[in-house]
């Protein structure tokens, strides 16, 4: 369809009213595109020290009906997750991805979770995901796909568990895209998640679990 | 979707007399304006960051040309293809080409209004392949056979109880005496009745808010998650996108979606925002085998050399129609296409001519509220000026309005006469209205008297009494 492509792009010139763009400014556009200079960044998370940026972004969370959990160090987070599997009246049974930063939080207290290291079909009811970063302006986190972390964890099962270390949390959106870009390739999916899933379809009542997880749990370690 | 927007007087009419409708509309009326007040309220930066956006998009659109073949180039990088689409038949052909070359049975689909604007579904059906709607306010108006009446919440027009007949009605293998009254029920229902159809189908179809072009990738803004569901599980996932869609780079995103959610629902952030740039990699788990992108100009280059540019700034956020008296009152079917509202009235006239969708410019009170809350200060008010000046201009305007208006402008240009005929009307209405002060009927202002009285004026017109003060 090549000629629907020149088509296009000749409309686009002629209402534009030029031919196509001259060397010099084609070379500031590519400028500006590779600076990747932010536009405003609103000072409400920017400003806080690291501490206080955790605590609006667990605030920030918790308004969109993500649950919250604090532990102190890695190895609690097994027990964590127990508590609150439990505490849902949920089966002890989980999908887990494959990153390797998740084998070692404590799963050896607790023999009694069932943990498969997957991505998640149809019928599962629980996943667990690590994440590249949360953004505390609006308590959102931010989740890559690959080898390890497949999409579907994300959005299959009713429950998704999200581990999230104090210092992944980020001021702003901007910082995420600084933080997916150091990555070594750039993904086929990153996932901004604020909340569980939500509708607010029939008569603008919002009910939770539309399509996605009804719940969405964070196990935050550290403090800052 | 064939448009009816000729039809707008009678169907803003059926609109005003349907009490199911003012109903819903009533709901409309409050909810969203106060959330997105609220939304505004608490981010101190909201009106810097539309002169931002504007500005943005100002600039892409600038250089439109430049930012969609670096885009392409970096989806093809990425392993995705675009397909450049001139018009709606050439979209659905695409589609169509590439359901087929996987033999697609059934295709999901996430909210798209290009998909809308192009007629798929009845293309895909027409071709033997079944598309599904998967956002619950889609899928309920797929179930009845209605165009969407919102552009992000289509099934805003209906109560539940509505909703629940349409489900009762499809949804035949339930038990037919089940219980349908509480929203969340029905929610439920639709879950468990779309899970298995995101999970068998062939091709899934999403929208996209926004094409990246330093990435080659496409966003969607969602909160169900079903257009993540659409386009991770089959084996290929098609963005349907314009060609004003894309934007220079991913802080230029950013950017734009602090806007659009507190604009379009008074969120923070609406619960999914998806980057999706090319098929899965190679050692990925799941998602698509194959990304495609149908690029669609429908008419839209064309705009970048009128005075109609500055629509393609458009969010798509829907905070115009939300703040229309017009719209609140009539509801978005009786626009008669796929946009309502007042961004629908400034763009249907462009895509599907003026000849059919004139009445859309004149369905305007011209109150300014639309262009005040616009996320990126589209001058709605001064585009749907435009288009009435076409419509004089193309002598597409009713005789009678022609005629009244070449008479005003006679007289309005020649300052002796009008102050004199002005004098005299002043003076005859004022003696015959004397008595009661208002009109019940006039001659020639049937329109007017049959709703409401008409002042009586006081006797003198404005600039006599203007002259008599400055002679004091």
Not at chain 1, 92 to 109: F, I, Q, R, T
Not at chain 2, 104 to 109: F, I, L, P, S
Not at chain 2, 234 to 245: F, L, Q, Y
Not at chain 2, 300 to 323: D, T
């Amino acid at each position: 369809m090549s000629g629907a492509r020149d088509a296009i792009l000749g409309s686009i010139r002629g209402g534009l009213g030029r031919g196509a763009l001259p060397a010099e400014t084609q070379a500031e556009l590519a400028e500006r595109v590779a600076a990747h200079r932010r536009n405003l960044v609103p000072a409400r998370a920017v400003s806080l020290d690291r501490a206080a940026r955790v605590d609006l972004f667990q605030s920030m969370a918790e308004e969109v009906q993500t649950s919250v959990a604090r532990v102190s160090s890695p190895e609690d987070v097994a027990a964590e997750v127990a508590r609150y599997l439990a505490a849902e009246n949920l089966p002890a049974e989980l999908v887990m991805a494959p990153d390797p930063g998740l084998d070692d939080l404590g799963w050896e207290s607790r023999p009694m979770l069932r943990i498969r290291r997957d991505k998640a079909e149809g019928d599962d009811a629980v996943s667990l995901t690590p994440c590249l970063a949360a953004v505390a302006e609006t308590g959102t986190l931010m989740l890559v796909s690959g080898a390890d972390t497949p999409t579907t964890l994300n959005f299959l099962p009713d429950t998704h568990i999200v581990v999230v270390r104090a210092d992944q949390i980020v001021a702003s959106y901007e910082d995420g895209w600084d933080r997916a870009r150091a990555r070594e390739a750039w993904p086929r999916t990153v996932n901004f998640i604020t909340g569980p899933s939500r509708t607010g379809d029939i008569e603008q009542r919002i009910q939770l679990g539309a399509h996605g997880p009804r719940r969405l749990h964070v196990v935050l370690i550290g403090d800052g | 979707m064939e448009p009816t927007s000729h039809a707008f007087i009678a169907n803003a009419r059926a609109g005003l007399a349907n009490p199911t409708l003012q109903s819903a509309l009533g709901l409309a009326r409050t909810g969203f304006p106060l959330k997105r007040a609220q939304a505004i309220e608490r981010l101190p930066e909201f009106e810097a960051l539309r002169d931002e956006g504007k500005a943005i998009k100002d600039h892409t659109l600038a250089h439109l040309d430049y930012y969609l073949e670096l885009y392409e180039k970096n989806v093809t990088a990425a392993g995705g293809r675009v397909h450049w689409c001139r018009d709606a038949a050439e979209a659905r052909a695409a589609v169509l080409e590439i359901c087929r070359s996987v033999d697609a049975k059934t295709v999901t689909k996430g909210k798209s209004m290009i998909a809308e604007e192009c007629g798929l579904n009845e293309h895909l059906e027409a071709n033997g392949i079944t598309p599904v709607e998967t956002d619950l306010g889609e899928y309920i108006i797929q179930l009845r056979h209605e165009p969407p009446s919102h552009i992000i919440a289509p099934a805003i027009h209906l109560m539940k109880e509505q909703v629940a007949d349409s489900f009762r009605a499809a949804h035949t293998d339930l038990p037919a005496d089940r219980p349908l009254t509480e929203v969340q029920v029905m929610c439920e229902e639709a879950r468990t009745v779309l899970r298995p159809r995101f999970l068998a189908a062939d091709v899934g179809i999403t929208g996209g808010n926004f094409l990246i072009a330093e990435t080659g990738s496409s966003i969607i803004v969602t909160n169900e998650g079903n257009g993540d569901l659409t386009q991770t599980l089959p084996r290929i996932h098609i963005v349907m996108a314009s060609i004003e869609k894309v934007v220079p780079t991913l802080e230029d995103a950013a950017t734009l979606l602090r806007l659009l959610a507190r604009s379009a629902t008074g969120q923070e952030f609406s619960s999914y925002t998806t980057v999706s740039t090319g098929p899965r990699r190679a050692d990925d788990l799941d998602g698509p085998e194959q990304y495609h992108v149908i690029l669609l100009d429908n008419g839209r280059s064309k705009l970048l050399g009128n005075e109609f540019r500055e629509m393609l700034r458009c969010l798509k956020c829907a905070a115009c129609m939300n703040h229309c008296p017009v719209y609140v009152a009539v509801g978005g079917h009786a626009y008669g296409w796929v946009y309502p509202g007042p961004m629908g009235s400034v763009l249907t006239p462009a895509l599907v001519g003026l000849a059919e969708a004139g009445h859309l410019p004149n369905a305007s009170t011209l109150c300014g509220r639309c262009e005040s809350v616009c996320p990126v200060k589209i001058p709605l008010p001064k585009l749907l000026r435009h288009w009435r000046e076409r419509q004089i201009a193309e002598n597409l305007a009713p005789k009678a309005m022609r005629r009244g208006l070449s008479l005003w402008g006679y007289v309005a240009s020649r300052p002796v006469l009008y102050h004199r005929l002005t004098g005299i009307a002043a003076r005859v209405l004022g003696w015959a209205g004397n008595r009661r002060g208002r009109f019940r009927s006039l001659p020639l202002a049937g329109g007017w008297t049959q709703v409401r009285d008409m002042p009586a004026p006081e006797g003198r017109t404005f600039h006599e009494l203007w002259a008599a003060r400055n002679k004091r």
